[in-house]
């Protein structure tokens, strides 16, 4: 069992920055693919991010460029560094986790067993 406590949402405004933590408990291995998704007010679901066992990223087309995602193995952190927020990023951000037997596998596609709880980000204009 995996357990995940998101953290660091907030209201900020428009061309700020703001990074989530993912805290991983658990049986959490290296062969884990970790993501970040997040529901919008209106209640559609989008993948945000993903990050594999050796590092290697997805991201949706809206963040690319903005959002960071990365994670520290040993302490078992994921992060999402956003820059440049927009009020369309306003949502409840949510971190994921699932294992992956093949590298490729990893991507805003999967279907992931564990979820956080989720932490909300208001951006406003």
């Known amino acids: 069992q995996v357990t995940l406590v998101e953290s660091g949402g907030g209201s900020v405004q428009a061309g700020d920055s703001l990074r989530l933590s993912c805290a991983a408990s658990?049986?959490?291995?290296?062969?884990?693919?970790m993501g970040w998704f997040r529901k919008t007010p209106d209640g559609e679901r989008e993948g945000v991010a993903t990050?594999?066992?050796?590092?290697?990223?997805t991201y949706a087309t809206s963040v690319k460029g903005r959002f960071t995602i990365s994670k520290d193995s040993a302490n078992n952190i994921l992060y999402l560094q956003m820059a440049d927020l927009k009020p369309e990023d306003t949502a409840m951000y949510f971190c994921?986790?699932?294992?992956?037997?093949?590298?490729?596998?990893?991507?805003?596609?999967?279907?992931?067993?564990?979820w956080g709880q989720g932490t909300q980000v208001d951006v406003s204009s």
């Open positions: 994921a986790a699932q294992r992956i037997t093949v590298p490729d596998q990893c991507d805003l596609q999967l279907s992931f067993k564990f």
């Open positions: 658990g049986y959490v291995r290296t062969s884990y693919c």
């Open positions: 990050i594999g066992r050796d590092g290697d990223t």
